[in-house]
């Protein structure tokens, strides 16, 4: 019904910068929230940052100050700016959505498939 498609992550070294992509397509009547969450091994998925429809945004205070999301309605997609990147930002980057379907007018969760950052030292 709906896919999230992310893209960018990469390795890069300690202090670099990646841009995350997560572009939505489907039966999609309105896209809600969307939010970045990310995995690293052994560890519980958390959540990075998120953005309302209407653009307000909220982060984790770990990447407040280096990471920036942002989104275009008019394609479907998020994005999560990330700078001054560092070890501890090692993970598997998720997109998450909430959609209103164009099928039942009822709003459902999605998730993308994962991107890997992975930073060096």
């Known amino acids: 019904q709906v896919q999230l498609v992310e893209s960018g992550g990469d390795l890069v070294q300690v202090g670099g910068s990646l841009r995350l992509s997560c572009a939505a397509s489907g039966s999609i009547f309105r896209l809600n929230a969307m939010d970045w969450y990310r995995q690293a091994p052994g560890k519980q998925r958390e959540l990075v940052a998120g953005?309302?429809?209407?653009?307000?945004?909220n982060y984790v205070d770990s990447v407040k100050g280096r990471f920036t999301i942002s989104r275009d309605n008019a394609k479907n997609t998020v994005y999560l700016q990330m700078n001054s990147l560092q070890p501890e930002d090692t993970a598997v980057y998720y997109c998450?959505?909430?959609?209103?379907?164009?099928?039942?007018?009822?709003?459902?969760?999605?998730w993308g498939q994962g991107t890997q950052v992975t930073v060096s030292s």
């Open positions: 953005i309302t429809a209407g653009g307000s945004t």
């Open positions: 998450h959505a909430r959609v209103v379907l164009t099928t039942n007018y009822r709003e459902n969760h999605y």
